[in-house]
C-alpha cells in the first residue's frame, strides 16, 4: 500500500531503478534498547507512517510538502534477516489486534525515500531519492563490547563478584549452588559445561523478570541468542579463581577457550560487520517498567545504558576504537510508551531520561554526536481524561488493560477499559534512585493495542502516536534537504 503523488511525474518503477543505482545516498538509522523497550513497534509504526501518508506535523520534509512518496525495497544485503513488517502490522491490524512479536535477533529493511530538496541548486537536478536502511537489534548485544577487552578471569571475577551481592540472591543462589558441586579442574565434560551455562543463563534471565526488572549482564547473547541458541560459542559460565595452573584438558580451560571463541565468533563480527556500519542511533529506554519496579531497578537500568553505550567511548585504550570508526553522528534517546502517562507528565518522564541517559550522553557527545532526548509513544494505546477523587481532579489515561494485568486486588479480563491514574512523577528525578525515600507509587499497565483506527486521505489506517513525528525528523529531516 504505497502513496505516490504522481504530479511530478514518477512510477514506482522509476523509484526502484533509482534505489538499485549505486549513487543513491544510504542512511543506516540502527534501532536498539533493552528486551521489551518498544523497537518493534517503532520500527512498525514508522514505516507505516511513512508508506501510508499519515499526517506527521513536526516532520518537516512532510509538512512542507517535499517528501513525495516512501517505498518499501529490496535490501542488497542477503545476510541479515528482514524485519518482518508485513507480519507485526497484520498483528497490530488484526481482530482483535495484538502486540506484534518483539525483537529477538537483528533484522533489517529498506526503505526508500522521494523527495524533493529544498536547496535550490539539488533541486535544479530533479527529485532526490534516499535510502533509508533501518537496523534493528537487541540493546543486549551493546553490552558485550567491554568483554573484548577482558579476560576470562577479570569477566568471571565481575561476574561472580555481582552475583554475591545480595539484591541478587534470590535469582543467583541455584547458579552459584551449581558452580560449588563443579570441580572445574577435572577432565572437560560438555555435559557439566553444559550445566553450568544453562544455570548461569537461568540467573541472567530471571535478574530481568518483570517485577524484579534487574536489567542486564553480559554476555548479550546469553539474553537474546539470537541464531546462535545452543551453540558452543554460548555454552560457558564465569567460574571462580583456580588454585593452580588448570590443565588444557580441564573443564576451566574448555570454558576459557569457549569466552574467547564468544569474542571471536560472536562479538567482533557483530560490531564490524553491523554496528559500525551504522550513521545513526536510536536508543528506546522503557524508564516506566524500571519506575514501577523501584529504585534498584532504576539504578540498575542506569547502568545498563551507561554500559550499552559505552561503545562511544573513545581513546586508544578502547579496543573497539580500531573496529568503529566512530560515523554514528547523531542519537536519539527515547523514552517509550508515554501514553501511559498523561501528557502533563511527559516533562517528566523526558527530564527522568535525561538523568538515566546522562553518562550516555557525556560519552557520546564528547565522540562528536549530537544527541536528544524525546518522550514518545510511536503507537497510542490510551487517550486521556479526567476523574474526580475526593473532591481532586485526577488526569488520566484511558484505555483497556491486558488479560491478567494486576492492579490492587483487580485482575483485568482483557476486555474491560479503565480510567487510570497512574500516579505522580517525581519532580527531581534523583528521588527515583533512592531506596531511602518514599518513593512515589506508580502504576503502569500494559494496554491492548488501539482499535477503531481513523484512516487517511487515501484510507489507510492510521495508528496514533505521540511525537513519532519528532523522532522522525531528528534522525532523517537534515537529510532530506
Ligand atoms: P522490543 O522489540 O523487544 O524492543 O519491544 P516491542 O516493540 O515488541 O514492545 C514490547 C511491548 O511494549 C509491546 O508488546 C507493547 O505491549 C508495549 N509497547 C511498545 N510500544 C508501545 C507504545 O508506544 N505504547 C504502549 N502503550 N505500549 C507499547
Redesign the pocket.
Given at each position: 500500500p504505497t502513496i505516490f503523488v504522481d504530479e511530478v511525474g514518477i512510477t514506482l518503477g522509476n523509484i526502484a531503478d533509482a534505489a538499485s543505482g549505486a549513487i543513491t545516498p544510504t542512511l543506516r538509522i540502527g534501532v536498539t534498547?533493552l528486551?521489551?523497550?518498544?523497537?518493534?513497534?517503532?520500527i512498525t509504526a514508522l514505516i507505516h507512517n511513512l508508506l501510508s501518508g499519515a499526517t506527521l506535523p513536526g516532520f518537516q520534509a512532510m509538512t512542507q510538502g517535499r517528501l513525495i512518496g516512501a517505498q518499501l525495497t529490496e535490501h542488497p544485503d542477503n545476510a541479515t534477516p528482514r524485519f518482518a513488517y508485513e507480519n507485526h502490522l497484520a498483528a497490530l491490524l488484526g481482530t482483535p489486534p495484538t502486540?506484534?512479536?518483539?525483537?529477538r535477533r537483528i533484522s533489517q529493511v529498506r526503505l526508500t525515500l522521494r523527495y524533493q530538496s529544498d536547496r535550490w541548486l539539488k533541486n535544479r537536478m530533479g527529485l532526490s531519492t534516499l535510502n533509508l536502511d533501518i537496523v534493528d537489534y537487541p540493546g543486549e548485544w551493546l553490552l558485550d563490547l567491554p568483554l573484548l577487552s577482558k579476560s576470562f578471569r577479570q569477566w568471571s571475577d565481575e561476574a561472580l563478584d555481582l552475583a554475591q551481592r545480595p539484591n541478587r540472591e534470590e535469582e543467583a543462589t541455584p547458579f552459584l549452588e551449581a558452580l560449588k558441586a563443579t570441580d572445574t579442574m577435572a577432565q572437560a565434560d560438555e555435559t557439566a559445561a553444559e550445566t553450568l551455562a544453562l544455570a548461569f543463563t537461568q540467573y541472567l534471565r530471571a535478574s530481568k523478570q518483570d517485577a524484579r526488572a534487574l536489567s542486564t549482564l553480559p554476555p548479550g547473547r546469553f539474553l537474546m541468542p539470537g541464531d546462535l541458541e545452543g551453540s558452543p560459542a554460548l555454552t560457558f559460565a564465569p567460574l571462580p579463581k583456580p588454585s593452580h595452573a588448570p590443565r588444557s584438558n580441564s573443564l576451566y580451560a574448555m570454558l576459557e577457550r569457549r569466552f574467547e571463541a564468544y569474542k571471536t565468533v560472536v562479538i567482533r563480527p557483530f560490531f564490524r560487520d553491523h554496528f559500525a556500519r551504522l550513521d545513526r542511533q536510536i536508543v528506546?529506554v522503557d524508564a516506566l517498567r524500571a519506575l514501577n519496579a523501584g529504585p534498584e531497578a532504576v539504578s540498575d537500568l542506569e547502568n545498563a545504558l551507561t554500559s550499552v553505550l559505552a561503545c562511544y567511548r573513545q581513546g586508544r585504550v578502547n579496543p573497539i576504537s580500531r573496529i568503529l570508526n566512530r560515523r554514528i553522528d547523531k542519537i536519539l534517546f527515547a523514552a517509550?510508551?508515554a501514553?501511559?502517562l498523561h501528557h502533563t507528565s511527559h516533562a517528566k518522564l523526558e527530564a527522568i531520561l535525561n538523568r538515566l541517559v546522562m553518562n550516555a550522553t557525556r560519552r557520546a557527545r564528547f565522540a562528536g554526536a549530537q544527541t536528544q532526548s524525546l518522550a514518545i509513544?510511536?503507537?497510542?494505546?490510551?487517550r486521556e481524561g479526567r476523574i474526580k477523587d475526593n473532591g481532586d481532579t485526577l488526569d488520566t489515561i484511558i484505555g483497556t488493560p491486558e488479560q491478567g494485568q494486576v492492579l490492587g486486588d483487580t485482575t483485568y479480563d482483557g476486555e474491560t477499559e479503565i480510567a487510570l491514574f497512574p500516579g505522580d512523577l517525581p519532580d527531581s528525578p534523583e528521588s527515583l534512585f533512592k531506596t531511602d525515600e518514599s518513593t512515589p507509587e506508580l502504576n503502569f499497565l500494559?494496554?491492548l493495542p488501539p482499535t477503531d483506527l481513523q484512516r487517511s486521505e487515501t484510507g489507510e489506517p492510521i495508528f496514533p502516536n505521540i511525537r513519532l513525528d519528532r523522532a522522525i525528523d531528528y534522525l532523517i529531516g537534515d537529510k532530506l534537504q
Open positions: 534498547g528486551s521489551r523497550a518498544g523497537k518493534t513497534i517503532f502486540w506484534p512479536e518483539s525483537t528506546l517509550t510508551k501514553d501511559l509513544a510511536a503507537i497510542r494505546a490510551t500494559r494496554f
